[in-house]
């Protein structure tokens, strides 16, 4: 009895710690970091740099992704949606793929992705990790506000509902009383 005790005792701690890793990584248990976005430079599919300093000024949605992904697939078309919706609020998403040329620009055509992707997966896997996701989960996203600062981080695939939750900061800082 007193083995069957220890044992349920240790299994319920080993449960609660397992937990609070799994809150540290997941949606919804990601801390906002309120930090400076380090230097990052992205080369878009079509050749253009977008360095995320000269994007200060605007909120920026870094929505980390790739072809072979099933729920980076799923949340796409809400992606877009956000780009056309927000666009107003002074949101630029940008797409860093982590996935050859080839297939991304397959699914830039077949979504008809309305804002910069790219093609680079050592570049896009170095600022995942410089953005605080070492273990390189997708879909990863970061929302960044004017001043550069790392807002909110969502590790996983969104909803519309959780889309909107993320980008309510975007449109509360343009939203006027009435």
Not at 78 to 107: F, N, S, T
Not at 148 to 174: K, Q, S
Request: aromatic share 6%.
């Amino acid at each position: 009895m007193r083995n069957t005790v220890l044992v349920i005792a240790l299994a319920l701690l080993a449960g609660l710690g397992g937990f609070v890793a799994y809150r540290a990584v997941v949606p919804g248990g990601a801390a906002v970091t309120d930090r400076t976005v380090p230097p990052i430079r992205f080369i878009d599919v079509d050749g253009q740099a977008h360095l995320l300093s000269d994007l200060r000024g605007k909120w920026v949605l870094l929505n980390f992704w790739a072809s072979w992904c099933a729920p980076c697939m799923d949340e796409l078309p809400l992606i877009i949606e956000a780009q056309k919706r927000y666009a107003e609020h002074g949101l630029q998403i940008l797409g860093p793929a982590l996935d050859d040329r080839d297939a991304v620009l397959g699914i830039v055509r077949r979504f008809g992705i309305n804002y910069p992707v790219t093609a680079d997966f050592a570049g896009a896997d170095a600022a995942m990790q410089a953005l605080g996701n070492e273990k390189g989960a997708l879909p990863y996203t970061v929302l960044i506000d004017p001043d550069g600062i790392v807002r909110d981080i969502h590790l996983g695939g969104m909803t519309r509902e959780v889309l909107d939750a993320l980008l309510r900061p975007v449109r509360d800082a343009t939203d006027t009383p009435s």
